[in-house]
Protein backbone atom coordinates (compact mmCIF):
# COMPACT_ATOMS: atom_id res chain seq x y z
CA UNK A 1 0.00 0.00 0.00
CA UNK A 2 1.90 3.24 -1.24
CA UNK A 3 1.93 5.92 1.69
CA UNK A 4 2.43 9.65 1.39
CA UNK A 5 2.85 11.78 4.57
CA UNK A 6 3.62 15.38 4.23
CA UNK A 7 5.10 17.42 6.95
CA UNK A 8 6.17 20.90 8.07
CA UNK A 9 3.15 23.18 7.40
CA UNK A 10 1.35 25.94 9.83
CA UNK A 11 1.71 29.61 9.79
CA UNK A 12 4.23 32.25 8.62
CA UNK A 13 4.78 35.73 7.99
CA UNK A 14 4.87 37.04 4.71
CA UNK A 15 8.65 36.96 3.35
CA UNK A 16 8.83 33.96 5.69
CA UNK A 17 10.34 30.69 4.69
CA UNK A 18 9.13 26.84 5.26
CA UNK A 19 10.21 23.72 4.17
CA UNK A 20 8.35 20.74 3.60
CA UNK A 21 8.65 17.35 3.73
CA UNK A 22 6.84 13.80 2.14
CA UNK A 23 7.90 10.77 3.58
CA UNK A 24 6.94 7.50 0.91
CA UNK A 25 6.53 4.27 1.84
CA UNK A 26 4.92 1.31 -0.29
CA UNK A 27 6.71 1.98 -4.01
CA UNK A 28 10.03 1.87 -5.56
CA UNK A 29 10.77 5.38 -4.42
CA UNK A 30 13.36 5.86 -6.59
CA UNK A 31 11.75 4.95 -9.62
CA UNK A 32 9.34 7.71 -9.44
CA UNK A 33 9.12 11.45 -10.40
CA UNK A 34 7.85 13.19 -7.43
CA UNK A 35 5.35 16.72 -7.45
CA UNK A 36 4.32 19.13 -5.12
CA UNK A 37 0.49 20.46 -5.47
CA UNK A 38 -1.54 22.75 -3.70
CA UNK A 39 -5.24 23.93 -3.44
CA UNK A 40 -6.15 26.93 -2.28
CA UNK A 41 -10.12 27.49 -1.09
CA UNK A 42 -12.30 27.79 -4.14
CA UNK A 43 -9.80 27.00 -6.48
CA UNK A 44 -8.58 24.00 -8.78
CA UNK A 45 -5.68 21.76 -7.76
CA UNK A 46 -2.44 23.13 -9.01
CA UNK A 47 0.62 21.67 -9.91
CA UNK A 48 3.84 23.60 -8.20
CA UNK A 49 6.96 21.57 -8.87
CA UNK A 50 8.32 18.43 -10.45
CA UNK A 51 11.25 16.50 -10.08
CA UNK A 52 12.44 13.43 -11.88
CA UNK A 53 12.93 10.09 -10.85
CA UNK A 54 16.81 10.87 -10.72
CA UNK A 55 16.41 13.93 -9.23
CA UNK A 56 18.26 15.82 -12.49
CA UNK A 57 15.53 17.67 -13.76
CA UNK A 58 12.89 19.94 -11.78
CA UNK A 59 10.57 21.97 -13.26
CA UNK A 60 8.16 25.05 -11.40
CA UNK A 61 5.17 26.37 -11.40
CA UNK A 62 5.66 30.69 -12.90
CA UNK A 63 4.32 31.63 -9.70
CA UNK A 64 6.48 30.13 -7.80
CA UNK A 65 9.69 30.15 -9.99
CA UNK A 66 13.07 31.32 -7.74
CA UNK A 67 11.31 31.27 -4.33
CA UNK A 68 10.30 27.67 -4.43
CA UNK A 69 13.10 24.54 -4.64
CA UNK A 70 11.96 20.82 -4.81
CA UNK A 71 14.57 18.02 -4.08
CA UNK A 72 14.68 14.50 -2.81
CA UNK A 73 16.76 12.14 -1.02
CA UNK A 74 16.09 8.43 -2.82
CA UNK A 75 18.38 6.90 0.32
CA UNK A 76 15.53 8.30 2.90
CA UNK A 77 12.47 7.90 0.66
CA UNK A 78 11.86 12.12 0.90
CA UNK A 79 10.51 14.72 -1.14
CA UNK A 80 11.31 18.06 -0.24
CA UNK A 81 9.89 21.50 -1.20
CA UNK A 82 11.76 24.68 0.53
CA UNK A 83 9.24 27.83 0.49
CA UNK A 84 11.16 30.95 0.71
CA UNK A 85 10.05 34.27 0.61
CA UNK A 86 6.20 33.50 1.28
CA UNK A 87 3.15 35.45 -0.25
CA UNK A 88 -0.12 35.10 0.97
CA UNK A 89 -0.92 33.69 -2.40
CA UNK A 90 0.71 31.00 -1.50
CA UNK A 91 -1.73 29.83 1.12
CA UNK A 92 -3.42 26.64 0.59
CA UNK A 93 -2.85 22.87 1.02
CA UNK A 94 0.26 21.37 0.02
CA UNK A 95 -0.08 18.10 -1.57
CA UNK A 96 2.67 15.32 -2.50
CA UNK A 97 2.12 13.58 -5.75
CA UNK A 98 3.61 10.70 -6.44
CA UNK A 99 3.94 9.11 -10.47
CA UNK A 100 4.45 11.33 -13.46
CA UNK A 101 6.88 14.33 -14.33
CA UNK A 102 4.84 17.58 -14.37
CA UNK A 103 1.44 16.00 -14.69
CA UNK A 104 -0.34 14.88 -11.57
CA UNK A 105 0.13 10.60 -10.86
CA UNK A 106 -2.16 8.17 -9.20
CA UNK A 107 -0.93 8.81 -5.50
CA UNK A 108 -1.42 11.37 -3.00
CA UNK A 109 -1.04 12.60 0.28
CA UNK A 110 -2.90 13.99 2.65
CA UNK A 111 -1.83 17.52 2.34
CA UNK A 112 -0.44 19.82 4.83
CA UNK A 113 -1.81 23.38 4.97
CA UNK A 114 0.60 26.37 4.92
CA UNK A 115 -0.96 29.78 6.06
CA UNK A 116 1.24 32.72 4.82
CA UNK A 117 -0.39 36.02 7.12
CA UNK A 118 0.61 38.42 9.01
Known amino acids: QVQLVESGGGLVQPGGSLRLSCAAS????????MNWCRQAPGKARELVAS????????KYADSVKGRFTISRDNAKNTVYLQMNTLKPDDTAVYYC???????????WGQGTQVTVSS
Open 97 to 107: NAGRYWAQGDY
Open 26 to 33: GLTFSRYA
Open 51 to 58: ITAGGDST
